[in-house]
């Protein structure tokens, strides 16, 4: 165990602890706990999403990605950008106008049906657990890696701690915990980005025309490990499409005053995003260059530490040390995250909403999220801990197809489509989630030929890594059949979505205004 190492996580865990600390001051109301109290600024929450949505995956993930396959590691990295838009022009101002704390918030407003917050509700929970377990396997593997110590051990270490961050700040804490990850991580890439253009002289060209030269021009251009088209065509929509429907990504909606501010935080993601995939490129072109393909994928086959090994050569321990720190904090922050919009899940809409139909008092709110907090995690770590021998990471992108699949069809039929019905919207979610599943367990990431290379030894029966090309159109389609075929004409319905088509674009409901 090194000494410099521990120095930089003790620091960093020492300073999300502070802030958890304070806080746990400003956290009494429900309000507070769910969405910081509506107070977060538009670069704040643009920072914090930035957080939310660069995991482990993004970081560790691409710039390894690119180590190993060059053009094809970086290629859906656009995808991750792109996403924001959709996000920013489409969802991002309705969200924050028509919900409260969960997206089950926001389709009630319409639908004021229990059944329909129960199938949102399971949504959550299930695209929360899938993310976590990846998230906690690796930062049990990080952490045996750093300090030799059992895997159990250090996914129980990320489990008490991310709980304790949520159990008693909240959503402020999630939020500042996001943050500082962010700008660490921003900060991290463009210290190791700059350390490998100065080897290059600082000069884009020489630095592509020396991997051209010496590991081939296969790396700059498609098609080295995606050879399928409609393969990396269901993944980049999966990617794009499916942010807008991540649980933890729409939750943040809430944690700003107006849908102004909301648009605001996106175009603060969008930014930090893109600089942060842009970077990503030379960690990648990097560690292919001065580590070496074999180094790094003796290290871990999947090239997960290609961003560490680089960080080694250039700077020795000390580097090494930091960026590790970063990586450890990127699981931190995102883990946190889910465990906060879990929690929602279980304890607003499950137990507040359904079983108790809303009539919970703040205390019992507040403490209600905090027993969610304890049953989201403890459940994740279970999972985690069985999960230590098999290659999770296609979990994340499960996440991404069944926000895509499930959560999108029904946000954007419930804004925009007048005839959609509360039947339409059990369709759409139970469809999506459901053949996601399903496709997925059928999928090349759970059985492969080769031993090993999956969680199962067999062919797999989907030819496709991640099914949402056939997924999503399922979603909206039965969204659409479920609507149509159980049409029942009222006044009643018409008005609601008047009132809710009003209300996504202003912030006010008509009966707010009917008076003046």
């Known amino acids: 165990m090194d000494l410099v190492t521990v120095i930089f996580f003790l620091g960093i865990v020492g300073l999300t602890l502070v802030v958890t600390y304070i806080a746990a001051k400003r956290t009494s109301s429900a309000s507070d706990f769910y969405t910081a109290g509506g107070g977060l600024k538009g670069w704040q929450n643009g920072l914090a999403i930035a957080g939310d949505y660069l995991s482990a995956a993004a970081f560790l ?77 690796g930062a049990g593997a990080l952490i045996k890696l750093l300090f030799g110590i059992d895997y159990w051990l250090a996914v129980l270490i990320v489990g008490v701690m991310m709980t304790t961050y949520v159990l008693f700040g909240g959503m402020t804490a999630t939020s500042w915990v996001q943050i500082i990850k962010a700008c660490l991580l921003l900060f991290g890439t463009t210290l190791l980005a700059f350390l490998v253009l100065w080897k290059f002289d600082f000069s884009l060209m020489k630095m592509f025309d020396t991997i051209s030269t010496q590991h081939g021009d296969q790396y700059l251009v498609p098609g080295m490990k995606y050879t399928s088209m409609i393969d990396s065509v269901s993944m980049m929509m999966a990617l794009v499409l499916g942010t807008s429907g991540l649980p933890h990504i729409l939750m943040r ?70 960026i590790a720190a970063v990586a450890f904090a990127t699981i931190l922050a995102v883990v946190s995250g889910l465990v906060l919009t879990g929690a929602s899940a279980i304890s607003h809409d499950i137990y507040g909403e359904i079983l108790n139909d809303g009539k919970l008092s703040e205390k019992q709110q507040v403490l209600a999220a905090r027993i969610g907090s304890i049953s989201i995690a403890v459940v994740s770590i279970i999972l985690a801990l069985f999960a230590q021998s098999l290659n999770v990471s296609f979990l994340v992108s499960f996440a991404f197809c069944i926000g895509a699949s499930a959560n999108l069809p029904v946000i954007l039929y419930t804004i925009y489509w007048k005839r959609f019905n509360s039947n339409g919207v059990i369709a759409a979610m139970a469809t999506g989630l459901i053949s996601c599943l399903v496709l997925g367990a059928m999928g090349p990431n759970v059985w492969n030929p080769v031993e090993g290379a999956a969680i199962f030894v067999g062919e797999p029966l989907v030819p496709l890594s991640v099914p949402a090309i056939i997924t999503i159109p399922l979603g909206f389609i039965a969204g659409y059949l479920g609507t149509v075929l159980t049409a029942k004409k009222s006044s009643d319905a018409e008005e609601i979505y008047k009132e809710i088509r009003v209300k996504a674009n202003t912030g006010v409901a008509v009966s707010e205004v009917s008076h003046h």
Not at 273 to 287: E, N, V
Request: glycine share 8%.
């Open 253 to 322: 909606f809430f944690t700003v005053k107006d849908a102004k501010t909301a648009r605001t935080s996106i175009s603060w993601t969008t930014w930090v995003t893109a600089i942060f995939f842009s970077l990503t490129i030379f960690l990648g072109f990097g560690a292919m260059h001065f580590v070496g393909i074999d180094t790094i994928k003796a290290e871990n086959a999947a090239g997960n530490t290609a961003a560490p090994l680089l960080a080694e050569f250039l700077g020795g321990n000390i580097l090494l040390s930091f």
């Open 61 to 137: 993930g691409v710039s390894g990605a690119i180590a190993l396959t060059g053009f094809d590691g970086f290629f859906f990295s656009v995808g991750y950008v792109v996403a924001n838009l959709v996000l920013l022009y489409i969802i991002a101002e309705p969200m924050r106008n028509l919900g409260r704390y969960t997206l089950a918030d926001m389709l009630t407003a319409r639908f004021s049906e229990k059944r329909v917050r129960g199938i949102a509700a399971t949504s959550t929970i299930t695209i929360v657990i899938l993310y976590m377990i990846a998230q906690l396997v």
